[in-house]
C-alpha cells in the first residue's frame, strides 16, 4: 500500500489526517495507552508491538492498528523505525 493510498483510507475511515512518526533504532515505550484509536503504515524499518493478547514485528509496507486505551509497548528495530499514523478520537 502506498502513503497516498493509506491516507486516503484513514480519511474514508474518519481518522484524522496522517503524520509521519520517526523513532530511533533500538528505542522503546514501555507499557502505556493513548486516548485515541491509531492505524500506522510502516514507511521504514520496524516495530514490535506487545499487547495482552499477541506480539508482532511490523515491517515496511505492513500496518499495525491499536484501539483507543489498548495497553501495549513499542519496540523499534536496530535502525529505527519511521510510519505514517492516523488517529481517530472515540466519540
Known amino acids: ?16 489526517p496522517a503524520v509521519t512518526i520517526t523513532r530511533e533504532g533500538g528505542g522503546m ?8 484509536e491509531a492505524k500506522a503504515l ?11 493478547t ?3 514485528v511490523y515491517q515496511q509496507g505492513e500496518v499495525f492498528h491499536l484501539q483507543a486505551m489498548e495497553p501495549h509497548s513499542e519496540f523499534y528495530g536496530m535502525f ?9 478520537t472515540p466519540a
Open 42 to 52: 510502516v514507511l521504514a524499518g520496524d516495530i514490535r508491538i506487545v499487547t495482552a
Open 29 to 36: 515505550l514501555a507499557d502505556h495507552t493513548h486516548p485515541f
Open 54 to 56: 499477541s506480539e508482532r
Open 1 to 16: 500500500m502506498t502513503p497516498d493510498a493509506f491516507a486516503a483510507a484513514l480519511e474514508q475511515e474518519g481518522f484524522e
Open 80 to 88: 529505527g523505525v519511521s510510519y505514517l499514523v492516523g488517529r481517530k
